[in-house]
């Protein structure tokens, strides 16, 4: 299998920065933690830099309807506290485009 598209460090570099989505990041962990959408976005910035190589799962291209044309995203099962978060996200423009940041089967 190969390994990710992006570099930890990389995503580590750009995490304080990242651009969060909302329907499927920001909105998913302000339900689980009961906080602002502002506390969501440094849970999620915070808990990016923790990713290790070993919760990496794959790659993929995502359809051009659900992110930029073209953007390749890495997807990682990281867990914290006793949850287990999937953790979606790409680089686009030098930016880090959090796509997805939920509880493992939370997929409504």
């Not at 920065?17 to 910035?45: M, P, Q, T, W």
């Not at 914290?80 to 940041?101: A, M, P, Q």
Request: hydrophobic residues 30%.
């Amino acid at each position: 299998m190969p390994g990710p598209e992006y570099g930890l460090d990389r995503v580590r570099e750009l995490a304080p920065k990242a651009n969060v989505h909302r329907k499927r990041a920001k909105d998913k962990v302000r339900g689980f933690l009961d906080c602002s959408e502002r506390e969501a976005e440094v849970y999620i910035r915070r808990e990016l830099t923790k990713l290790e190589p070993g919760q990496y799962k794959e790659t993929r291209e995502m359809p051009d309807e659900w992110a930029q044309p073209g953007l390749v995203l890495d997807v990682y099962l990281y867990a914290n506290d006793d949850t287990c978060w999937y953790v979606k996200f790409g680089i686009y423009e030098e930016r880090l485009e959090l796509i997805s940041f939920h509880k493992e089967g939370d997929y409504e």
